[in-house]
């Protein structure tokens, strides 16, 4: 049936669409995007996708967020005891976000125990990365962040392998990634499988080109 559908005729009517399953196939998690286009369809099914360039995943749930966190101002800014820790936010683009404090004293052994605690993705925490605010009204902004903080399940991480993090975050910035997670997350709770899914060009990524085409 779909040999006898032409990509014209398919959009030929603003009253309706009709689209195969095998085009829903095409786009990681198979969503009933019917709207997109062949040309997105392609990318998605050629280009590499964003988790194979990058360690991605929501970090911890303290089990007590009264009990384990503060904001930094609340607490003497020479403490051991309190780490910088990322926690989603309101939409913010770039940089910012950077509100919380955690309670990590014996490396986070007080947590470890707590009842609903859940350290994940511990071989990231303290690196330099990329992070979002998980649930958005409309779309979801991207961040970098030095060295130093501990993430939350509410403000997943991505730690590029070999792609330049400045080059990343501006590309994940854009119009067009905002374009394809509205088809990869239209419910707009952006979690780490969904921005792993981000089909990415497999080259151009050095720091120099995206001065120079910025």
Known sequence: MRASISAEH?????????????????????????WVSDRVRMVF??????GSCASIGKGLDTGDND???????EVAADS????????GGPFRKWYGNLDY???????????RTAAGSNRRNAHNYFKSGITWTRISSAVTGFRRFPEGFIFD????????YDINTEALCAFLNTNLTASLLQIIAPTLDFQSGHVSRIPLAPDGWDKKRVEVLG
């Open 80 to 87: 051991p005891q309190w780490i910088p820790y990322l926690k």
């Open 153 to 160: 399940s509410t403000g997943p991480c991505l730690f590029p």
């Open 10 to 34: 398919r959009r030929s009517s603003a009253a309706f669409y009709l689209a195969s399953s095998a085009d829903f196939r095409m786009i990681p998690g198979a969503p009933i995007a019917y």
């Open 45 to 50: 099914e050629t280009a590499k996708p964003l």
């Open 101 to 111: 404090v955690l309670d990590w004293t014996d490396s986070g052994e007080e947590i």
């Open 67 to 73: 009990r384990f966190l503060r904001r930094w101002f």
